[in-house]
């Protein structure tokens, strides 16, 4: 296991002033209740919506210790808002955002462009540090916003910052999404036989505490990082058996061959010259295709095979915890636009 943890509390170097992006979204949450329990002090830059799930988030944020909200968009930095971000000097960035699409455009425009325009402007202002969240499935790229999240990857590492590159495996609100499905008595849905991926899924709050350690350990820095939760790698056809037994429920499973989401891809985007919505829809299937046959783990090019063993582990809570949560709690998964079921 891969020991992320600093090695001394507090933090080295003390609490830091952190620009905080992404805030609002799942993992941006979790870091800035991560930052605020360790003192950190949090600018965070989100957007203003009126959305009332996104004023509920804003809420959240403000109610948190040491955290204050500056508006803007990330995409077109206003000046004056970029001088409230720096009133005080800033330690270190730590960006969360990306693209709620996966969408092209969308994905080269926020994984890419904002964040290259960031790391220019934290250059101007002299920030030392800057710790991206990105994916593990970038290392074998197909996809636009895997690309997009790439070329920034090497920007920052050629940047002459402080940098962390956090790629985590799979989330747990990527792994639960067929608890509704499931509650109704239908099928848990599986790609193929169930068995031709795996990942080692890491909780948001664990994410966080790794996130948050990039600040002050100094074997993060400069270095790209793939994480996974604790414990051993699970299949699809594995989470479906944990969810079941959860739930109280024989197991019920369905099995969908990938290659029908690269037909029904093709089909959109064929369409898409007419109706444009269907080419969104070609670019969501092409994604679902690419996370129905590729494993979230560390992927072995020597043996051409994903790797278990070398996908790094973090943290304590598991994904079966977090299924008897859900359980208990009647909670869904928060997929938004991600959902697939
Ligand atoms: N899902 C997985 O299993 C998984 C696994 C590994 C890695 N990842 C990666 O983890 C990252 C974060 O995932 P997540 O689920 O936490 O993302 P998320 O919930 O979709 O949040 C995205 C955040 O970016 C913000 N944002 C987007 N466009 C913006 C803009 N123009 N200006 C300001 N803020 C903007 C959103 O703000 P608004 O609230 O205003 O929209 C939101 O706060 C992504 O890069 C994803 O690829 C995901």
Not at 224 to 248: D, I, N, R, S
Request: aromatic letters at 8%.
């Amino acid at each position: 296991m891969f020991d992320a943890s600093p090695p001394s509390l507090p933090p080295l170097g003390g609490s830091k002033r952190v620009l905080l992006l992404g805030a609002t979204g799942t993992i941006g949450m979790a870091t800035a209740e991560a930052l605020s329990a360790k003192s950190h002090s949090v600018v965070a830059l989100v957007r203003d919506k009126a959305a009332p799930e996104h004023q509920a988030h804003l809420k959240r944020l403000s109610s948190l210790a040491n955290v204050s909200l500056i508006f803007g968009d990330a995409t077109s930095l206003q000046s004056e808002v970029a001088e409230r971000l720096c009133q005080a000097p800033i330690d270190a960035v730590l960006s969360c955002l990306s693209s709620r699409t996966g969408e092209p455009k969308d994905a080269w425009a926020i994984d890419y462009q904002a964040h290259s325009d960031l790391l220019r402007w934290c250059k101007y202002k002299r920030i030392e540090q800057f710790i991206l969240l990105s994916a593990i499935c970038v290392q074998r790229p197909r996809l636009a916003f895997q690309h997009a999240k790439l070329a920034f990857e090497r920007e920052l590492r050629d940047s002459g910052l402080r940098y962390s590159i956090v790629r985590p495996t799979a989330y747990f609100k990527s792994v639960s999404g067929q608890i509704d499905r499931l509650r109704k008595g239908k099928p848990f849905l599986l790609f193929g036989n169930g068995e031709l991926t795996a990942c080692k899924p890491i909780s948001d709050r664990d994410l966080a505490t790794f996130l948050t350690n990039c600040l002050s350990n100094p074997i993060m820095f400069n270095r790209t990082l793939p994480v996974g939760g604790p414990g051993p790698a699970m299949t699809p056809k594995q989470q479906g058996e944990a969810l079941f037994q959860v739930l109280g429920k024989p197991p019920k499973f369905k099995s969908v061959p990938p290659g029908l989401f690269l037909r029904m891809a093709s089909f959109c985007k064929a369409l898409g010259t007419f109706v444009p919505p269907l080419k969104k829809r070609a670019e969501f299937l092409r994604i679902a295709h690419y996370y129905a046959t590729e494993s979230m783990l560390c992927y072995d090019q020597e043996h051409g095979e994903y790797s278990e063993e070398s996908t790094p582990s973090f943290g304590q809570d598991t994904l079966v915890d977090h299924y008897t949560d859900l359980v208990r709690n009647r909670g869904s998964a928060d997929l938004k636009e991600h959902a697939m079921f």
